[in-house]
């Protein structure tokens, strides 16, 4: 299990107060679509996305970087049981969604450039560390149900 200071908790709830999840969310998955393409595949329902506008004008990107960037709130909130929070949801993209469990990352390290270009200034090297050392949990969680 992962071991948070006072500092760290605090420092994670500041950065996810500041975060806007209507922008963040749509932001972040488009930029994961387009930047590692073969992400693409798994979004079979989005409809044809291709070429970088497509993703970013695309409703249903734009809703499922919603969905996802909402279910962080859960792990903000159980920052001392995030394995047993996304058990289900870790099993979810396992069995059902066939998810390769490397794309976690590439979509966490999105979120954390999404966020960075939004908070600038309030996103120092430190802060960054202790997000990224969050969102790391966050992985890990989402890989728990992988055997
Ligand atoms: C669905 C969260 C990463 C592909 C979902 C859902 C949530 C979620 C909450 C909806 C589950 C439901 O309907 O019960 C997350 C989180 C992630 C993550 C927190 C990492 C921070 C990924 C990645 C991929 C992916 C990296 C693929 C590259 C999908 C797909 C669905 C889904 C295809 C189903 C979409 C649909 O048909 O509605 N995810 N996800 N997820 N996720 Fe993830």
Known sequence: MVKWTD??????????????????GPEA???????????????????ELFTASAVLNNAKVAAHGR???RALDEAVKNMDNIEDTYAALSQLHYEKLHVDPDNFRLLADCITITVACKLRSAMGPQ???????????????LQSQYH
């Open 7 to 24: 500092q760290e908790r605090s420092t994670v709830r500041a950065v996810w107060e500041q975060i806007n999840i209507d922008e963040v």
């Open 29 to 47: 998955l488009a930029r994961v679509l387009i930047v590692y393409p073969w992400t693409e595949r798994y979004f079979g329902s989005l409809g």
């Open 67 to 69: 969905v996802v960037l």
């Open 127 to 141: 802060v960054q560390a202790t997000w990224q050392k969050f969102l790391s949990a966050v992985v890990d969680a």
